[in-house]
């Protein structure tokens, strides 16, 4: 989801990782999957550093249960998508 105008900027810690991650992962959808072009390591390093983000701020919330429910942390580390 993207941000409206007028709303507030958000305060996680991990935004402007998302939101690399997201601009690369669009720029990478628009631009070359549909038109039939496929890059396994497309956005690969944005997505580690974001998830790597989220596992740190989660886990120090006690809530990295999320993860791990959604198999994205596996034995204490964020596992590649």
């Not at 690969?44 to 249960?65: D, P």
Request: net charge neutral; with cysteine; proline share 2%.
């Amino acid at each position: 989801m993207r941000e409206k105008k007028g709303s507030k900027p958000s305060t996680s810690p991990c935004a402007f990782l998302r939101d690399a991650y997201h601009n690369c992962f669009h720029r990478w959808y628009t631009e070359k999957f549909v038109k039939g072009q496929y890059d396994k390591e497309e956005c690969v390093s944005e997505w580690q550093n974001y998830r790597a983000c989220l596992s740190e701020h989660l886990e120090n919330k006690h809530m990295i249960r999320i993860l791990e429910g959604e198999n994205v942390v596996q034995d204490g580390a964020v596992a590649s998508q």
